[in-house]
């Protein structure tokens, strides 16, 4: 059982980048998803959160109107689509999973750092 993020990176302020979580030895579709974040010496923090559907996805003030949470269930990876990009959302990204159907479990990837500087 494994979630793997990618799609991190360096860049500019303003910039964007789509990060991935892709699951495997399970099926995302009965999960709801969400992301987080750790910047160095804070807390980890909610981003943002998508149900199995899709049809509900719910974020951050601090990312609002600018991250998208998007699901795939057919490829069993969710995105994180990140424009306009600022200095404060430099962090580790991480995926995490606490539900598949009714079963409680805490799943968490390994986390892709995202630096956005000039």
């Known amino acids: 059982v494994q979630l793997v993020e990618s799609g991190g990176g360096l860049v500019q302020p303003g910039g964007s980048l789509r990060l991935s979580c892709a699951a495997s030895?399970?099926?995302?579709?009965?999960?709801?998803v969400s992301w987080y974040r750790q910047a160095p010496g804070k807390e980890r923090e909610l981003v943002g959160t998508?149900?199995?559907?899709?049809?509900?996805?719910n974020y951050a003030e601090a990312v609002k109107g600018r991250f998208t949470i998007s699901r795939d269930n057919a490829k069993n990876t969710v995105y994180l689509q990140m424009n306009s990009l600022k200095p404060e959302d430099t962090a580790v990204y991480y995926c995490?999973?606490?539900?598949?159907?009714?079963?409680?479990?805490?799943?968490w990837g390994q986390g892709t750092q995202v630096t956005v500087s000039s």
């Open positions: 995490h999973v606490n539900r598949v159907g009714l079963t409680k479990v805490n799943y």
């Open positions: 998508i149900t199995s559907a899709g049809d509900h996805t």
């Open positions: 030895g399970f099926t995302l579709r009965y999960s709801l």
